[in-house]
Every structure is written in structure tokens, then in C-alpha cells.
């Protein structure tokens, strides 16, 4: 009955960068057409380089208006 243990941390390891990998964002768009796609805002003037990036949406970043009463 001491196997059913170990056979559960090995498949806990086993699984484990698979559930890491999940919670990895997705690596921001280069170029113009992608980042439109993405539905983010592209930057002509932005980057290191100054040859453009995609940037967030400030508009969309800005969470809702509470309630007021």
C-alpha cells in the first residue's frame, strides 16, 4: 500500500511544468498587423529602437467607475 503514495508524487511531478506552463502570458506582439489583432493599441513612435510597439489600450486598462450614490 506504499506505492499508492509514491505513484502520487511522481504524477504530481510529472505534471507540475505543465501547470506552470499555463500561467505564462503570451509574449506582446512585434509588428503592427499582430498587434491589432491582439487588440491592443500599436505605438508608432515606441520601442527601444523608436521603430514602433504595441502598448496596452489605456482605455480598456482603466478599471470600471464604482457606483456613486
Excluded: H, R, S
Excluded at 506552470?20 to 527601444?48: I, M, V, Y
Aim: proline letters at 10%; aromatic letters at 4%; one cysteine or more.
Amino acid at each position: 500500500m506504499k506505492l499508492l503514495p509514491v505513484a502520487a508524487v511522481v504524477a504530481a511531478v510529472a505534471f507540475a511544468p505543465v501547470a506552470f506552463a499555463q500561467k505564462a502570458a503570451a509574449p506582446t506582439p512585434t509588428n503592427k498587423a499582430d498587434c491589432e489583432k491582439a487588440k491592443l493599441k500599436w505605438d508608432a513612435k515606441g520601442g527601444k529602437d523608436g521603430k514602433g510597439a504595441c502598448v496596452a489600450d489605456p482605455a480598456a486598462a482603466k478599471p470600471a467607475d464604482p457606483v456613486k450614490k
